[in-house]
């Protein structure tokens, strides 16, 4: 598939097959970072989202028969194709979303963990088996994939995110149903191609796109044994409610509002450097970007925020096609208008702008949706700019005078995703990894983002449902367990009826 190709209108991936949206209903998709549509994106109408489930469902027994070795064969593919392709790839990321080239090679290589995490799944399968739990009886647990799961998306991450939920979905058996978001829908028919080319058989990986039309069908139809959703936190709130009153298992992912603990005895050059990338890299559209910092002391707070002022004003924004480019527009003009309401709510609501990022200077002829880095200080936390998640390049720095203070404010936030914390203390950092009530913690590391063999996920509202994404708990989250009794006596055992409740 070229870029040239992707130019028109999209399609969905059904049965292995480019399939064109018939419901009559589109999206525009833009090249964010110069404002233009590049494609137009169907959007799925009930029956269509019926029908994809409907094939998928046939596809599934053949894909769950298949061996686990030869499942993972396909995985292998995969992920040869994802490292061959890569340019390529990077170039879609990059055209949809806005992104670095840098910061799509670094998504797709987190994305690629996921599918190493993936090729693991014989292992992950091994069941439990003990011998003569009672009366030569042998007890064993096998696990067995699911049927039709459904997986949803956002915009910010268009390769790792699907890749983090559905590769394992995969892996263990399962036919996977990918709900991208609409305005990054070219990223997710590209991984469709690599995944027949893989060898993949069709029905296994469906691409579906569309809006709350589509996911509602995904949330009520009775085929869908599961879904695995990552997105903001409303969102992500009414797919936990709508999926579990369908009775399925739901894992919904929400957002964050991380922040950075600086403490007097950091080393502020080094904590302003990870303060930079972890805030304002992908123009703050990451889940777990760092939203602002908590800075004890008075003294601690002038020093900091003075550093910050300087480097920040030499960070450069613009498009993927520049050199040296620092970060990227916002996704959409809609986006960019509502974290400028953010930032003139914050001033009248009395925080202080350091950096005014809301009229940055980039290319004269560019209508792109940019955003320079803004900076806001004498932030307090009944500020609505403290208390929501701002998905965009504006951040905050908030003075307190103790790290029991900034432990508190983080525990009363209603999110809870990642935070981290710098410091040379091993005394402070036990004290706060310890009371800290957030999901991904970091200590001198500037986002606490899971490898992909370790857990992720975050708590309060930052997460509603049970499992994480990456790491084993997915293998756990696309299964189900089944345990098995079995006995085989010869002629001469006891086998009279018993009418006592079995025990050993
Ligand atoms: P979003 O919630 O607007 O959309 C996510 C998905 O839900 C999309 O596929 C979209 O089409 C669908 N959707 C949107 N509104 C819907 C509705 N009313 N009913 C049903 N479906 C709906 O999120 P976004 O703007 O695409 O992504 C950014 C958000 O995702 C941020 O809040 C970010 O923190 C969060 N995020 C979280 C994680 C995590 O791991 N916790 C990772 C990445 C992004």
Known sequence: MTVQQEMKTLTHFIKGEEVA?????????FNPSTGEVIARVPLASRDEVKHAIQLAKEAFPAWKKTSIGKRVEVLHRFRQLLVERQEELINVICQESGKTKEDAKGEIVRGIESVDMAISAPQMLKGEYSVNVGGNINAFSAKSPLGVVATIAPFNFPVMVPLAITSMAVAVGNA???????RVPISALYLSQLWKEAGLPDGIWTVVNGDKEAVDELLENKEIQA??????TPVAEYIYQTGTKHNKRVAAFGGGKNFMIVMPDANLEQTANAFLGAAYGAASQRCMAISGALVVGKDTEQRFTEILKNK???????????QDVDFGPVITKQSKETIIRYIDGAVSEGA??????RHPK?????NGFYLGPTLLNHVAPEMTIFKEEVFGPARIVVGVDSLQEAIDLINDHELGNGVTMFTSSGAAARKFQEEIEVGMVGVNVPIPIPVGYHNFGGWKRSKFGEGHMFGPDQARFFTKAKTISERWPDETEDTTSSFAFPSN
């Open 227 to 232: 879904i695995s959703f990552v997105g903001s």
């Open 176 to 182: 996977v149903i990918l709900k991208p978001s609409e």
């Open 312 to 322: 920040i004003s030499q960070l450069k924004v613009g498009p993927y096609t520049e």
């Open 21 to 29: 949206g018939t419901s009559n209903r589109f999206s525009e998709v």
């Open 352 to 357: 202080n702008l350091v950096i005014d990022g």
């Open 362 to 366: 980039v290319c004269e002829s560019s």
